[in-house]
């Protein structure tokens, strides 16, 4: 994509605006990397949260959902939206209840879509083989799926702490991502 002159002007304008809240984002980052060290420091009790986030997001849906059934009863989808809301909402409650079985279904969950993810970003690589890269798509996939892997045989055991460290990382990341971009856009780079 090649920037108009009227677009890398907006661009400049933008990122201009930004500068002056560099400090926001060197404070959110160092937000985000302490209750990463935290979350680190307690993989228990990050997996836990992140079960109640997802408990929390898919009572949310199950409830927009519900809702929603009531909307379109004239399309004669009636029924099926509000099976959707309701098992939805019932996962939500399950999280709530038990989150240590949750953690364990989405950890398989999560297992199974790294190992299939892999797999097919492996597919893809080899597919374009002759084009720039496409070794590196290779790598990456067999890692992804070896990861995969390597959660699927410790199952489920290793549900009470593999989303805490999932969570965990994710934050440290975010939070050094957040500090860097706060001092670039102090620096002017």
């Not at 986030?53 to 399309?75: D, H, N, P, R, T």
């Not at 996962?91 to 190992?115: D, E, M």
């Amino acid at each position: 994509m090649t920037l108009t002159p009227d677009m890398s002007q907006t661009l400049k304008e933008h990122i201009g605006e930004l500068r002056s809240k560099w400090g926001w984002f060197v404070a959110l980052g160092i937000v985000m990397l302490i209750v990463g060290v935290i979350a680190l420091g307690n993989l228990l009790l990050a997996t836990v949260a992140s079960v109640y986030l997802v408990g929390f997001m898919m009572l949310i849906a199950g409830g927009f959902e519900i809702v929603q059934a009531f909307g379109v009863k004239s399309w004669g989808g009636f029924f099926w939206w509000l099976l959707g809301g309701l098992l939805y909402a019932i996962g939500g409650i399950i999280a709530f209840t038990n989150p240590l079985l949750a953690s364990a279904v989405l950890t398989l969950l999560l297992a199974a879509s790294l190992v299939a993810s892999g797999v097919v970003r492996a597919w893809i690589g080899y597919k374009h083989w002759s084009a720039k890269g496409s070794g590196w798509i290779i790598t990456a996939a067999i890692i992804t799926a070896l990861c995969g892997l390597v959660i699927a045989i410790g199952w489920p055991t290793n549900s009470l702490w593999v989303l805490g460290m999932f969570l965990a990382i994710d934050m440290i990341f975010q939070g050094w991502t957040a500090i860097a971009l706060g001092f670039a856009l102090k620096s002017g780079s």
